[in-house]
Every structure is written in structure tokens, then in C-alpha cells.
């Protein structure tokens, strides 16, 4: 006999174990298909450097590893790759304040210690999240972990920074950019988070140099100090005579131009905007083609700069609208302010609002990169699910704008650019090796001082993470992947992007699905930050309730396009039912395991003693073709992404199908009170064999725990690498699922008559039953022992049996009516007692409640929906009294 499991399921002394014990034996790794199937290869999203743990994490690797799981017993050659990022933002900024707690800034310690000091934070923290990704599970093959600023990657990113450079789809230009007054870095539009904010509208009068004035309406009242011309559309009516003059500019006694221009949108405001080139990109377009100035007012950090009137230099941005305001005002030229909602621009990193500013940035030319993208989705290559997402993704690459690629950062990848500063020379060279002197004259260079957008080396990861640009047989074996899972909040930021990277530098996507998970939300509905105070620790919910009951949270309660609810404030309230589940199975576990004693009689196949079809009882045959359905059911669900679908199916079975009907069913078999115990022990061998596997990707830890302990599992097998199970023809069983369904409604009615007439639990009760067919007579006939140990009966009479005179009375949807006499049951007297007191209580209710209804003044003057609530009370308590009076008859009561 196996020797039995403990009694309480701990997930603490098993989940550890296991893990090193797969990861020791090389399960992680890709292992040669055994069926010539394609790799299975997913790219893991790299998380930061500096990152702990969140849920967010949490949901995305448990999501990926379920589906490499789902891969690898189904014989494909998995390959899960992970690798973190070095976050040229955030891991900057982490250092950065490390040193201000010591009086210091970068700047005062320089660039190579600054560089040396992240370097050291790094490989003291940078693993952190991997390690703690073991935690719940993820079987990635760790031996070709990468860093985005490793020596090959770095390679990788120089080569595909040259080659864009030689083909002229990187460039440098003098462009309005997104920048964080924070960070002191310029930010590219899918940086910057767009928040909705209430706001103003000022609306400022300029005086015209032929008297009077002209209105301008504006968000941001302290650019005009950088105005350089007021815009109008050329068709206003209102303006036409004005274009061409001149307004003078308030505050520095500037006389600056109307000009006329298409771009103006004639319903915003008042029709005429103030033009400040250096501080809006629209404006800039504007300065461009009417030739105006651009005016910097602003220094990196948005203060007033030395352009501007002296009493407003050095002033923060903020304080400079205020005084601004406050001077129109007192000049008489502050004609209103509205209150205006619009969306605002804020540092993705920080939270910072940008400030758009002038700026000699590095971009690439996007479009050129998108056609062959876009026309990968157009042509069906590539599929996003949900679908919608696919649309979303067109709808960008059509409208795409080159990326700004330099960040004023001392972290990242330096940009591979040389300057000349030779007199007369000015050679500036893209390089994939460093450079000592100038290519053309010899004379002295220095390399650019920005680094890349930290994107500009994760665009490149599922193939720079393979050892492109060699030819090397990772590369030749693994790329393309196969699948992305990923969050859409960086649909734009990256996968977009790897996907024009791909046809770029390797002409083929880099996978043909991505699959974009919701987001882990509060019960407010709002997303899970550090900022909010509404996270949960993943870590301590493994700590609590284990990585299996986290995982089965996730994976059940995540359907395709939905968010994941969680009560941060109530961890029971989200965990418990994985918990509770996991509990479960382990007490199946259990007892089947305890009822093992020895070898078990094969189910199927060309065996000796296999188990023949007419030794199947009814339960037998149902069991069987219920997880032959289940496995149908979850194969289809997870060949689909619906993993909420795969863990239901799985969890539907186990806990109702096989733990409270089947075990039930089959304990007088295996305790020897009824023939076939070794019928039962080969069918509940095979069905729970069955279920482990197909749970297996959800809950990875306590199906091997018990699958490894089944009969047969000597030599080290493991449930991790073991055969996905197969649809079986042979099980369909529609007789079987019907006739046992109808037992099963049998027992459920009866439970409920017992229920409702308060049957003292452990006292049996007589039941007649009139099947509605020879099918139905059948049915309760092979499982007359199930039905009278599972509902109490005793005796079950079928038709002809006779019928008691008076009791509980029910009909199944097949047509088959039930009798429960409960003369010797209950105390008829008392409960036809209860049930009157009952019914006098209703009656008083219902007369009171006809009589506020009948009250004219009550209805006229009560709201409606306080009426409609009170109608619905009578209606309410006279269908209670119905069912007492139908229950005061089947008992026969007076």
C-alpha cells in the first residue's frame, strides 16, 4: 500500500523541492519533440532591474508558464526565455536618489562613477525578480538568462543603430520633444501617460498696434512669454482683415505677426491661438511654415530662463502662470477663465507632467519599419487576441510618428555617434566599434553623451537574446517564436516595435500571436500601484495559501479581454477558493491513494487483465466520459487562450464529478461490501491520473505531488514532462452521461425534500419514484445502493412499488415524479404546527401590505420606485404562502 500523504496539504514543504528538483534535472530547458512537432518558443517581457515582485508580474508569468506547460506535455520542444532590463529611467533614478540621501548628485561624482555605482546596485539587486518568479512556478530555462546591457546584446544594439543609420532611417533634428523636467530627458509619445484633468482655459487679450485687441485662449499661460505670433484660420471671418498685422505682446512689449494657418481650429476658444514654436508641437508646425522665431523660455528643469523678463527668471513654471495671470489681470487684459477638462502629459516613469520643449534629438524614421508590420497583421501572419487589439495595432502603425530614440541619461546604451572636433573637419560617424580618432582626418573625437531609449535594445530581444546579429543555431532554432503575452499598456512600446524589428533585421515576425492578458484591479476597479496603496504581494500570498492556490486564482479568474479583480484589503476573499481547492484535492488525493494496495488492472489496451467494457458499472462509464469531455474541454480552452475555461473544466471535475459523486460512489467497492473493487480502483487509477495532467499547467506543485505517488510512477517519472492525455473516442458515453445525470437529479431532489421538511440528516426516508422511462427505470435500478446511501433512503420503491399517501412531492425534467412520505420522518403534528404559525404570520403581512397599497395617498405621494418596492414585498409574501399552503397539503395537515 502507498504510503498515506499527510492530512493537511502544506504547500510550504512540497512547492520548494519540487522546483529545484525540475530545475536540477533540466526540465526547463527545450527537449527534442518526440513527435517532429515546431518549437514552442515564448519570449518572457524583461522585467526591470529594479523591479519587486507585484501582481502584475505575477499575473503575466503564471499566464506564460501555464501555456509552456500546456506545450511541453504536448511533446513540443519548449523554449521560455528570460532576461531583465536595465530601465535607463528608473534604475538611473534609484541610484540617483540613493546618492541624494548622501548630499550628492550624479554630476558631482561624474559619469564613469556614476556608471560604476549602477553597475554595482545592479548586480547586487538585479536578479531579485527572477529568483522570486521561481516562487510561483515559472519553468524558464534560467541558463540563457540575458540582460539588455550584456556584452552580445550590446553588440546587437550598435549593429542594428548603424545599419538604420546607413540607411538613413536614423537622423538627428531639431523637434519639438516630449521632456520630463525630473528625469531631464526626452520621453517619445508612447512614454508619456495622456490623464484627463480639470483644468482652465485663460483667456488673454493682446492689443492690436491699430487699437483694441485680439482674445487668445490657453491651457498653459506662462508660454507666452516664448510667443512669437498669434494664428488664425485662414476662412474666419472674424480675423481675415487682421492677418498680416501685428499684436504687441503683453509683458515684454514684443511685436509679433498674425499669420494665417489651416492647422487652426476655429471652434477651440476664441478662434486665434498664441503661437509659441518652441513649447507645442502644433505650434512648431505653425512657426515652421509661417517662418517664425522659436523662443525657448524654459530651462531642463522648467524654470523661467534668462529669455524671459527678468522678474520672472528662475521661477518654477507653476509660480510663472501665477504671475503671469496676476500682471494680466492688473493690466486689464484678463477678459475670463474657464474651467476646461482636458488630457495632460505625464512621465510613464515619474508621473511628472512633460513639458514639450525644443530640443537635437536622435530619431528613426518609423514608417518605412511599419509598412512590412502592418502588412503582417493585414495578411493574417500575425493575430492578436482579443481580436480588438489587432485594430488597435493598425490604427497605430498607420498613423505612426518617428520615434525619439535619445534620452539625456548616464544609463543605457551610449549612442554609437562620434563628432570630430578637428578644425574645419566635423566628421560625424555611426560605429560599431569605439573610436580613438576621426575616420577622415585623424583628429581628436568624443562620442554623443545621450544614451538610447531604454525600448531601443528591448525591440530587439527576440533576437538579440538568441545571439543575433551571428548565425548562430539558437537563432536558426528559435526564431521566430511563437507566442507574446504581454500587457496592452506596452502594445505600442514593444510589441509593435519587435514586430517592425523582426522584418527589419530578419524579415519574419518574430512570433504570429500575441496574447494581451487584462490588468490586476482593486474592487474599486482601479489598477494595482505602489502609489494607490492597493497592491498585493504575490510573495506573501505564496507565503499564505501557496503558489498552486495564487496561480488558480489568476488563471480561473481571467477571461480573454477581462481584468482580474482582486480585494487587496481581503486576501481570504481572493485566495481562499484556491486554497480551498487545493485542500480538495489533496483529500481525494488522498483517499484514492490510500485504496491503492497494489498493482492496478490497465483500463485500456492490449494488456493482460485489462478491465473489458461490460465490467463497467453506470458510474464507471460516466466518469470515464466525463473526463474524456473534460479533456476535450480543456485542450480546446487552452488551444484558445481561454485558461479561465481550462482551469473550470479542471476544477469542475475534480471537485464535483469525481470527489463528491464518483469517490462516493465507488466506496462500497473498494471497502469490499460490493464486487468490482478492482474495476473501481483501475477507473478512479485512469480518471485521476487523467485530471493531474490536465490540471497540471494551473497547478503545477500539488499535481505532481500526487500524480508522482500513483501506482506505476517509479524511476523518477515526473508529471512535468509526461504526456498531455488525448481524446479517447472509446469514452464518449451519451447514454452513460444521461442515465447518470438523472440519478444524479434523483438524489439532488431528494436531498431537497429533506431540506425543506427539516428530515433529521441521519434518518432515512422511504421514496417512491414513477420513472418517466424504461432509460430512467434503468438508471435507478443499477444504482439503487448510490442512491439510497447518498440521498438516506430507504427503501427506493419504483413504480408498482405503491405510493405513500401524503409527503414531499417533486418531478426531475425528464417527467419522473418523486414521492417522499414523511409520516415516520417527522413529527407531523409539530411541523404542520410551525408551517401554520407560519402561514398566520404571511397572512398578517399580506393584509397590512394590500392595505398601505389601497391607500391613495401613500401611492400618489410616495416616488415610484418606493412603490414598485412595496408591490413587490406583496407579491413576494403571497408566493410564500402559496408554497406553505402546497407543503401544509402534502403532509395532510388541517
Not at 269 to 293: M, N, Q, S, Y
Not at 313 to 337: H, M, P
Not at 496 to 504: D, I, K
Not at 798 to 827: N, Q, R, S, W, Y
Amino acid at each position: 500500500m502507498t504510503e498515506p500523504l499527510d492530512p493537511q496539504y502544506d504547500p510550504s514543504g512540497i512547492e520548494r523541492p519540487l522546483y529545484e528538483s525540475w530545475e536540477q534535472r533540466g526540465f526547463f530547458q527545450p527537449r527534442p519533440s518526440s513527435r517532429n512537432l515546431p518549437p514552442y518558443v515564448i519570449m518572457m517581457p524583461p522585467p526591470n532591474v529594479t523591479a519587486q515582485l507585484h501582481m502584475g508580474h505575477g499575473l503575466n508569468n503564471t499566464v506564460q508558464d501555464a501555456l509552456v506547460r500546456f506545450a511541453r506535455m504536448r511533446g513540443r520542444e519548449t523554449l521560455w526565455l528570460p532576461g531583465t532590463d536595465h530601465a535607463g529611467i528608473a534604475t538611473q533614478n534609484v541610484v540617483e536618489r540613493q546618492l541624494a540621501k548622501e548630499g550628492l548628485t550624479r554630476f558631482d561624482i561624474g559619469r564613469d562613477a556614476f556608471e560604476a555605482r549602477v553597475w554595482e546596485f545592479v548586480r547586487e539587486t538585479g536578479s531579485t525578480i527572477l529568483h522570486q518568479l521561481r516562487t510561483i512556478g515559472s519553468s524558464c530555462d534560467w541558463s540563457r538568462t540575458y540582460f539588455t546591457l550584456d556584452p552580445d546584446l550590446s553588440v546587437a544594439v550598435r549593429e542594428a543603430f548603424v545599419r538604420l543609420y546607413e540607411q538613413d532611417r536614423i537622423y538627428r533634428g531639431l523637434y519639438i520633444i516630449n521632456w520630463c523636467p525630473r528625469c531631464l530627458t526626452a520621453l517619445s509619445n508612447e512614454e508619456v501617460d495622456k490623464v484627463e484633468e480639470s483644468g482652465h482655459l485663460w483667456h488673454l487679450r493682446y492689443p492690436l498696434e491699430a487699437g483694441g485687441h485680439l482674445t487668445v485662449a490657453t491651457t498653459r499661460p506662462e508660454t507666452m512669454l516664448g510667443d512669437t505670433g498669434v494664428a488664425v484660420h485662414p476662412e474666419d471671418p472674424r480675423y481675415r482683415d487682421l492677418i498680416g498685422t501685428e499684436v504687441l505682446l503683453p509683458l515684454v512689449d514684443r511685436r509679433i505677426p498674425i499669420v494665417a494657418d489651416e492647422a487652426v481650429d476655429r471652434a477651440f476658444g476664441t478662434g486665434a491661438v498664441k503661437v509659441t514654436p518652441a513649447h507645442d508641437p502644433v505650434d512648431f508646425e505653425i512657426g515652421k511654415r509661417a517662418g517664425l522665431e522659436s523662443l525657448d523660455i524654459m530651462t531642463p528643469d522648467a524654470r523661467m530662463n534668462d529669455a524671459v523678463p527678468e522678474r520672472f527668471r528662475g521661477l518654477d513654471r507653476y509660480d510663472a502662470r501665477k504671475l503671469v495671470v496676476r500682471e494680466f489681470e492688473q493690466l486689464g487684459l484678463l477678459e475670463k477663465i474657464e474651467s476646461h477638462q482636458h488630457a495632460v502629459g505625464h512621465c510613464y516613469r515619474c508621473g511628472t507632467v512633460i513639458e514639450p520643449r525644443l530640443s537635437e534629438q536622435w530619431f528613426v524614421r518609423m514608417q518605412p519599419l511599419a509598412e512590412p508590420a502592418l502588412k503582417a497583421y493585414r495578411d493574417g501572419r500575425l493575430r492578436f487576441i482579443p481580436e480588438r487589439r489587432g485594430d488597435e495595432y493598425a490604427m497605430w502603425m498607420e498613423n505612426i510618428r518617428d520615434w525619439t530614440i535619445s534620452r539625456q541619461l548616464w544609463w543605457g546604451h551610449r549612442i554609437p555617434v562620434w563628432y570630430c572636433d578637428a578644425p574645419g573637419c566635423g566628421k560625424v560617424t555611426a560605429s560599431r566599434e569605439d573610436l580613438a580618432s576621426c575616420p577622415d582626418c585623424g583628429g581628436p573625437v568624443r562620442q554623443d553623451d545621450d544614451v538610447l531609449d531604454t525600448w531601443f535594445s528591448s525591440w530587439l530581444v527576440p533576437l538579440s537574446s538568441l545571439g543575433w546579429p551571428d548565425e548562430t543555431p539558437d537563432l536558426e532554432r528559435y526564431y521566430p517564436g511563437t507566442t507574446l503575452v504581454t500587457a496592452p499598456e506596452i502594445l505600442f512600446f514593444w510589441v509593435a516595435r519587435m514586430v517592425m524589428a523582426g522584418c527589419q533585421f530578419r524579415n519574419d515576425i518574430p512570433f504570429d500571436t500575441v496574447y494581451l492578458h487584462g490588468t490586476v484591479r482593486d474592487t474599486q476597479h482601479r489598477k494595482m500601484s505602489k502609489s494607490l496603496g492597493n497592491g498585493i504581494d504575490p510573495l506573501d500570498v505564496v507565503d499564505r495559501y501557496g503558489a498552486d492556490a495564487l496561480r488558480f486564482v489568476i488563471l480561473s479568474g481571467m477571461a480573454v479581454g477581462t481584468d482580474l479583480i482582486l480585494d487587496p484589503e481581503d486576501l481570504d476573499s481572493s485566495f481562499a477558493a484556491g486554497r480551498n481547492f487545493a485542500n480538495k484535492l489533496w483529500n481525494a488525493g488522498r483517499f484514492i491513494l490510500s485504496n491503492f494496495d497494489g498493482p492496478v488492472r490497465p483500463l485500456a489496451g492490449a494488456y493482460a487483465n485489462t478491465v473489458r467494457r461490460d465490467e463497467l458499472t453506470l458510474a464507471d462509464r460516466w466518469i470515464i466520459a466525463r473526463c474524456d469531455a473534460m479533456v476535450r474541454e480543456a485542450t480546446d480552452a487552452f488551444e484558445r487562450f481561454r485558461l479561465n475555461d481550462a482551469a473550470g473544466a479542471a476544477y469542475r471535475f475534480i471537485w464535483s464529478d469525481l470527489a463528491d459523486w464518483y469517490i462516493e460512489q465507488v466506496k462500497p467497492r473498494l471497502y469490499g461490501s460490493r464486487p468490482g473493487g478492482d474495476v473501481a480502483r483501475a477507473v478512479l487509477a485512469r480518471t485521476f491520473d487523467t485530471a493531474l495532467r490536465v490540471l497540471h499547467p494551473v497547478m503545477p506543485f500539488i499535481t505532481e505531488a500526487l500524480w508522482t505517488r500513483l501506482p506505476g510512477r517509479a524511476g523518477g517519472q515526473s508529471l512535468m514532462v509526461a504526456a498531455w492525455p488525448e481524446p479517447d473516442a472509446r469514452a464518449r458515453d451519451n447514454a452513460a452521461l444521461r442515465d447518470f445525470a438523472l440519478v444524479q437529479e434523483l438524489i439532488g431532489a431528494v436531498r431537497q425534500l429533506r431540506a425543506e421538511y427539516r428530515v433529521t440528516p441521519g434518518r432515512q426516508v422511504a421514496v417512491h419514484v414513477a420513472p418517466a422511462s424504461a432509460a430512467a427505470r434503468n438508471a435507478f435500478e443499477a444504482e439503487r445502493d448510490t442512491v439510497e446511501r447518498l440521498a438516506r433512503v430507504g427503501p427506493l420503491h419504483l413504480e408498482g412499488d405503491g405510493a405513500g399517501p401524503e409527503g414531499g412531492h417533486a418531478v426531475l425534467p425528464d417527467g419522473t415524479a418523486i414521492v417522499v412520505p414523511l409520516g415516520e420522518a417527522i413529527d407531523l403534528e409539530k411541523e404542520c404546527g410551525r408551517l401554520g404559525e407560519e402561514a398566520a404570520r404571511l397572512d398578517r403581512l399580506v393584509a397590512s401590505q394590500h392595505a398601505k397599497l389601497a391607500n391613495q395617498q401613500f401611492v400618489s405621494r410616495a416616488p415610484s420606485h418606493v412603490v414598485a418596492g412595496e408591490r413587490e414585498k406583496l407579491a413576494s409574501w403571497q408566493e410564500q404562502l402559496g408554497v406553505l399552503a402546497a407543503k401544509r397539503q402534502a403532509l395532510g395537515c388541517g
